[in-house]
Structures are given as structure tokens and as C-alpha cells.
């Protein structure tokens, strides 16, 4: 999060988060398990999947409730470290 970013929100904010990866079981309940590690009440009407034109990327978007900048950097952190990800937008 730029500081620019860091300025302009105010918590508690919604929050959208984009995880790119290869589209796999596996890659969805990995990435769901890390977003409910930090935003356990996250509404499953908040959560989007899109799959890439040839079918060989999913775009799995989440919009969370953030109480803190801290929890944001935290999830993006541990999302980007997770197998399978290539990219945290």
C-alpha cells in the first residue's frame, strides 16, 4: 500500500482484494483459507471468480470489511507468499 493510499482510507473500509493464480481447487480453497484467517466475516455475495479468456488464469476477487491497515498489508503479505499465486492486486 502506497502512502498516498495509506492517507486516503479510513477504517473500518470496504476493501477489495484481486489473487491471480492457475485455476485449480486447490488454488481457491488455498486462497480462501488465508482470506478468512484475516477476515473471518467476509460475505460470500463479496466474493467473485473470473476465469482468464484460454481459461488459464482464475482472478478470485474478495471485498472485506478492513479495521486496520495492518490486517490489509498482513493479508496482502501472506496471499503473495501463498503456492500458486501470481499476483495480489
Given amino acids: 500500500m502506497t502512502s498516498e493510499q495509506q492517507q486516503l482510507l479510513t477504517f473500518p473500509t470496504d476493501y477489495p482484494i484481486k489473487v491471480v493464480g492457475r485455476p485449480s481447487v486447490e488454488f481457491r480453497a488455498r486462497i480462501h483459507a488465508v482470506v478468512i484467517r484475516h477476515a473471518p466475516d467476509v460475505e460470500t455475495e463479496r466474493i467473485s ?3 482468464s479468456a484460454n481459461g488459464n ?3 478470485i476477487s474478495y471485498t472485506i470489511r478492513a479495521v486496520s491497515r495492518e490486517q490489509v498489508e498482513a493479508l496482502a503479505r501472506e496471499l503473495s507468499a501463498s503456492e500458486g499465486v501470481l499476483m495480489v492486486l
Fill in 49 to 51: 471468480e473470473r476465469l
Fill in 57 to 59: 488464469f482464475l482472478s
